[in-house]
C-alpha cells in the first residue's frame, strides 16, 4: 500500500476554506483515495473517496491532479466543530479486503 | 440504520483477567474489523473478518483472539493483557467481503485500561 504524508497540524479561523493536501508519491494505478475525520475518543467518519479529478459532496471536496500523486481534501467555511484529526488514506480497490493503513493525519484546530 | 455498536464504553481490567469485548451492526455488511488505536497515533489495524471468516490477522499477539459468531456480530476476547495494551479500541464494518471501495463505518470504541 502506498504511504502517505500529511501535515502534522493546521490552524484555521471559523468561516474559512481549508485546503489539506496529502502526498502519496508512489500510488499505484488501482489506488483509490479517501479521507476520514476522528474526533477525541470517537471512531473515524468517513468523508470522501475519489480516484481522479475532483469530487465533491456535501461536506467537502477532493482535489486529485493529473499524477495522482497528492490529492487535496477542501472543506468549505468551516466552524468550531470541524476541530479534528482528518487522515488520508491510499487504498488498492482491488485488495481482497478494504485494508485501511492509516497515515499520521492532520490535526485541524478551528478558532473563533 | 449506519450505526456500529460497541460494548462496554469503558473497561478497566487487571493482567490476571478475562474480558470480551462486544461489536453489532444491523447494516447486512459482510465485512467486520478491529482496530487499535494508541494516544494520539492513527488506528492499526488488527484484524479483519470477511463472512464469519478470519481472512487477516496483523501478527496480533495470541493474547487477543477475535470471533464472530454471526455476519452482524463480532467479539474481541481478551486474556493475560498486558499495561501497553491500554488504548481505544474499534471496530468497524464494511458491506463487503470482496474487491470493493466501500466505506468503512466505525464503532464510538472501547477505552480499555490494563492495570
Known amino acids: 500500500l502506498a504511504k502517505t504524508t500529511q501535515p502534522i497540524s493546521m490552524d484555521s479561523y471559523e468561516g474559512q476554506e481549508v485546503n489539506i493536501t496529502c502526498s502519496h508519491n508512489?500510488?499505484?494505478?488501482?489506488?483509490?483515495i479517501t479521507w476520514y475525520q476522528q474526533f477525541p475518543s470517537q471512531g473515524p467518519r468517513f468523508i470522501i473517496q475519489?480516484?481522479?479529478t475532483k469530487v465533491t459532496n456535501e461536506v467537502a471536496s477532493l482535489f486529485i491532479p493529473a499524477d495522482r500523486k497528492s490529492s487535496t481534501l477542501s472543506l468549505p467555511r468551516v466552524s468550531l466543530s470541524d476541530t479534528a484529526v482528518y487522515y488520508c488514506?491510499?487504498?488498492?480497490?482491488?485488495?481482497?479486503?478494504?485494508?485501511?493503513?492509516f497515515g499520521t493525519g492532520t490535526r485541524l484546530l478551528v478558532s473563533p | 440504520d449506519t450505526e456500529v455498536t460497541q460494548t462496554p464504553k469503558h473497561l478497566v481490567m487487571g493482567m490476571t483477567n478475562k474480558k470480551s469485548l462486544k461489536c453489532e451492526q444491523h447494516?447486512?455488511?459482510?465485512?467486520m474489523y478491529w482496530y487499535k488505536q494508541k494516544a494520539k497515533k492513527p488506528p492499526e489495524l488488527m484484524f479483519v473478518?470477511?463472512?464469519?471468516?478470519?481472512?487477516i490477522n496483523e501478527s496480533v499477539p495470541s493474547r487477543f483472539s477475535p470471533e464472530c459468531p454471526n455476519s452482524s456480530l463480532l467479539n474481541l476476547h481478551l486474556h493475560a493483557l498486558q499495561p501497553e495494551d491500554s488504548a481505544l479500541y474499534l471496530c468497524?464494518?464494511?458491506?463487503?467481503?470482496?474487491?470493493?471501495?466501500?466505506?468503512?463505518?466505525f464503532g464510538p470504541g472501547t477505552r480499555l485500561t490494563v492495570l
Open positions: 488514506l491510499v487504498g488498492d480497490r482491488n485488495t481482497g479486503f478494504q485494508k485501511l493503513v
Open positions: 468497524a464494518s464494511s458491506q463487503s467481503g470482496g474487491p470493493s471501495t466501500d466505506t468503512q463505518y
Open positions: 475519489g480516484y481522479k
Open positions: 508512489n500510488i499505484a494505478t488501482n489506488d483509490y
Open positions: 447494516m447486512g455488511h459482510r465485512a
Open positions: 473478518y470477511s463472512y464469519e471468516k478470519l481472512s
